[in-house]
């Protein structure tokens, strides 16, 4: 399927689950879907760095954290729109996913997953100790009941969830653009075989540094609706845990190596842990997900999509 | 203008017996990561289990926590043992460490992490003993015992591990590994064995490390993170795999930090490691000492 | 008097104390056909490693087509025209074979030229090299289908998709039956006959004295011989420490 047609399928896509939703005349799915987006849109922006190239990243919450701080700084400063509000933070995070990549691709993979680590410590010791954007008391942010868009007015959590749905599309079709592209292919070798990747002329930190940002720079667009979302960010939030695990947990249980299992683990962890977090507790919810991660990791490396290949496959060769 | 003498040289005392400290948490590390090539970012959470299960043995019992510690040693080496058997399954076997063998590691992480939470919950726990509080005193400055304590037993347990390293056969055959797979090999030792041996040793000293934790500070489940950046901070500054420079790495790193800590706040702690980690990584790879 | 087309300088190269590469002097004129041999551990590998830029020399210079080698990533320099394959073979294993000749194509020789190949004229090329070394009924199949002499032969198929104007086949033969080894010297031959410089490093001495123009001995770091094959065989150093 052609790059452009797979365009219009996924917003139509979209669009059907735009009426789903409209259907459903509940508010509370809105809230929900909106979560479970956001992750769709973490899962894939991981997934290009650490399904395609092969370097982990475990700082997600960092740059989906600069994305959500950039916001508030605006906020505070000058009311922008919020869509505005996403490009500036991907603009922001994607700057300093490049200058992390700068400073420690060139090194192994190990020494790149450790520093990632490190640079989310930093990011939230400094913004604890920034007071304009509320420091480790938090920041609140007011946002209207309902707003205009095109001429009708909607509930302003159905704003967001557009929003969020439109990210998610373009960070699918990003995602698959890539794979198959020259560049794609380039990452792959670079999971592959970087010494021989570099023996067969490809320039790979060059890659690196592109996939650094591109997921970066992604992950921060995801960020920077949050704080309208959530109405109160504080850092411990924020930086949270649960989404360093999860930009981690769903590539790999669902399957690193197409766009496709990213979006899969998204939608079905995501969905389980709203559930679970509504009906049990939401420490609980991140223990399943830390095991079905360790695992998957176990037992099935290359997730639920590898699985379904292995299906199709030894049905192939019967 | 009246400088601070004295509370900058209590801030670089303080500072030298808190590196005491981080060498006996961050000796498992040079050995996992340094010789083994292991990246076991869960070595922190092991070493928070450790404070834990001090805390309930010593608030049970009433036993002293660095003896309730050294009880532990074969306990935690046989966790050791057993973590790197599935690590070995899993992953080195199959060639998949890179990607996998980090998720891995950071799932256990994770899961040692929110399983102390639904156990223990986000209070603080802080062990009881009788040398927890008073301090040896020489003219202005201040050696608290549970600062002197677990710094002192910690170079003992580092000169203790040199010794091994280059005495005995095992030992020795740990470090080659670390050089050499094949030619171990060909020296009929096992390598999969003596790497086996290596890792338990080196979660063994959480046990220790975990200890000397619950001693100097209360503990929460969250505290293990805090490690992991100055746990490769020092591994890194020191040099993989050198012994002697896990001592250079976290004295300084010690000292550091508790000078940002006396003059700047304790809420600047934390980036001190990390920021050190980021910029050895990025200007000076192969640490102070390099190899 | 041509001018080499690679100039190796007094290239050093150390591993802690241990000395790996010991002040190294080779030239290669253009379309010559140079064979390097020398016991295991001599250096080879490391020699190839600081030629194409996978390890750093400490001292020393590489001159590759009259410019210097220093600080180019080995990417850069397979751009150049300086292509390799490895000992070990090092295929891309997600990918199939056909497309693991993709890669130098879509990267070196894209850089090289500029303009992008269609994706039409990028299989036919895949293919030409999969014919090349007999492999191209073997396209779609992934690297671990392969037997270990059929990744050789992908190895060696991978460097020449760099379409290179130096190549060095590193132990591309080890394991080839007599006529599979006929072929692979009847193919770099003909590459040779299109003007491709070939360094070719082999233990297989019928191949390396067939094939060599000029013949180059390295022993534990240090170049000993090095002249026409004939009366480098029969130098009493080279006889001690390789042949004998």
Avoid at chain 2, 62 to 78: C, E, K, N, S
Wanted: charge should be positive; glycine fraction near 10%; hydrophobic fraction near 55%.
């Amino acid at each position: 399927m052609r790059s452009r047609v797979f365009l219009i399928v996924s917003i139509v896509a979209a669009l059907l689950v735009l009426a789903l939703t409209q259907a459903v005349a509940n508010n509370y799915l809105f809230f929900a879907g909106y979560v479970v987006l956001q992750f769709v849109v973490l899962a894939t922006a991981w997934n290009i760095l650490g399904g395609y190239c092969g370097y982990v990243n475990f700082g997600s919450a960092a740059f989906f954290a600069l994305g959500a701080y950039t916001s508030v700084f605006f906020h505070k400063t000058y009311q922008i729109p919020i869509p505005f509000l996403m490009l500036i933070g991907g603009i922001v995070s994607g700057i300093v996913g490049l200058g992390m990549g700068y400073l420690t691709l060139r090194l192994r993979g190990s020494f790149f997953a450790i520093a990632t680590l490190a640079l989310a410590v930093v990011l939230q010791t400094l913004i604890i100790n920034w007071d304009y954007v509320g420091g480790s008391r938090g920041a609140y942010v007011i946002r209207p009941n309902t707003i205009q868009v095109l001429g009708m007015a909607i509930p302003y959590i159905e704003y967001l969830f557009l929003l969020m749905l439109l990210l998610a599309v373009a960070a699918i079709v990003t995602a698959r653009v890539i794979e198959r592209s020259r560049l794609g292919y380039g990452f792959a070798t670079i999971r592959d075989d970087e010494l021989a990747a570099e023996a067969a002329g490809v320039p790979t930190l060059r890659l690196k540094l592109i996939a650094t940002t591109i997921s970066g720079a992604l992950m921060g667009m995801a960020g920077a609706p949050f704080p309208y979302y959530i109405g109160y960010l504080e850092p411990s939030s924020a930086f949270g845990l649960a989404y360093a695990v999860n930009a981690i947990a769903m590539p790999m249980i669902g399957g690193t190596s197409t766009w496709i299992g990213p979006l899969i683990g998204a939608l079905l962890l995501g969905t389980i842990q709203q559930v679970a977090t509504v009906t049990i507790s939401s420490a609980v919810n991140l223990l399943i997900v830390g095991v079905l991660l360790v695992a998957f990791v176990i037992i099935a490396p290359n997730g639920l999509v590898g699985l379904v290949q292995q299906r199709l496959r030894a049905k192939e060769q019967r | 203008m009246d400088f601070p003498i004295e509370l900058l040289i209590n801030a670089i005392i303080a500072g030298i017996l808190l590196g005491g400290f981080y060498i006996a948490v961050t000796v498992g590390i040079s050995i996992s990561f340094g010789m083994l090539d292991i990246v076991n970012i869960a070595h922190p959470a092991f070493i928070i289990l450790g404070s834990y299960l001090v805390y309930i043995v010593n608030s049970t019992f009433g036993i002293d926590p660095v003896l309730v510690g050294i009880l532990m040693l074969p306990v935690f080496y046989v966790l050791g043992a057993a973590v790197y058997q599935v690590y070995y399954l899993s992953f080195e076997k199959r060639g998949q460490e890179a990607l996998r063998g980090l998720a891995f590691f950071f799932g256990i992480l994770f899961i040692t992490e929110v399983g102390l939470i639904l156990v223990f919950g986000v209070d603080y726990r802080y062990a009881e003993a009788p040398y927890i509080g008073p301090a040896l005193r020489f003219a202005f400055v201040d050696l608290p015992y549970r600062m002197l304590i677990p710094c002192v037993i910690s170079l003992l347990l580092l000169a203790a591990l040199q010794l091994y390293f280059s005495r005995t056969f095992i030992g020795r055959a740990i470090k080659a590994v670390s050089q050499d797979q094949q030619a171990l090999a060909l020296m009929a030792a096992n390598p999969i064995k003596i790497k086996r041996i290596a890792f338990g040793i080196s979660i063994a000293t959480a046990a220790l490390a975990g200890a000397f934790l619950v001693i100097i500070q209360p503990v929460e489940p969250s505290v293990g993170r805090e490690y992991i950046g100055r746990v490769f901070a020092i591994c890194v500054l020191g040099g993989l795999g050198s012994l002697p420079g896990t001592v250079v790495g976290a004295m300084l790193l010690g000292v550091v930090e508790s000078i940002t800590a006396t003059f700047y706040g304790p809420s600047w702690a934390p980036a001190v490691a990390f920021g050190f980690l980021l910029l050895t990584l990025a200007f000076r790879p192969a640490g102070l000492l390099g190899r | 008097m041509t001018e080499p087309l690679l100039k190796v300088d007094g290239v050093g190269k150390r591993f802690g104390g241990f000395v790996a590469l010991d002040d190294i002097d080779l030239a290669v004129l253009p379309g010559e056909r140079l064979g390097l041999i020398g016991p295991n551990g001599s250096g080879k590998s490391t020699l190839v490693n600081c030629i194409c830029g996978t390890l750093k020399n400490e001292t020393g210079a590489v001159t590759f087509d009259g410019r210097k080698m220093d600080g180019l990533a080995a990417h850069q320099r397979t751009i150049l025209g300086l292509a390799r394959s490895f000992q070990l073979p090092r295929p891309f294993h997600s990918m199939s074979v056909a497309d693991n000749l993709r890669i130098p194509l879509l990267y070196a020789v894209k850089a090289r030229a500029g303009a992008a190949l269609s994706s039409t004229q990028l299989d036919e090329h895949c293919v030409e090299y999969l014919r090349l070394v007999g492999l191209d009924h073997k396209a779609r199949k992934l690297p671990r289908d392969l037997t270990q002499v059929e990744m050789r032969k992908l190895e060696l198929a991978r460097a020449m998709a760099a379409e290179p104007k130096l190549l060095i086949a590193d132990e591309s033969m080890a394991g080839l039956s007599h006529s599979e080894i006929e072929d692979i010297l009847k193919l770099l031959m003909q590459l040779n006959a299109r003007g491709i410089t070939i360094i070719l490093i082999e233990h297989i001495m019928s191949a390396v004295m067939s094939f060599s123009q000029r013949l180059a001995v390295l022993v534990s770091g240090r170049k000993i011989a090095d002249g026409d094959p004939q009366e480098v065989v029969r130098n009493p150093e080279v006889e001690k420490a390789y042949l004998g």
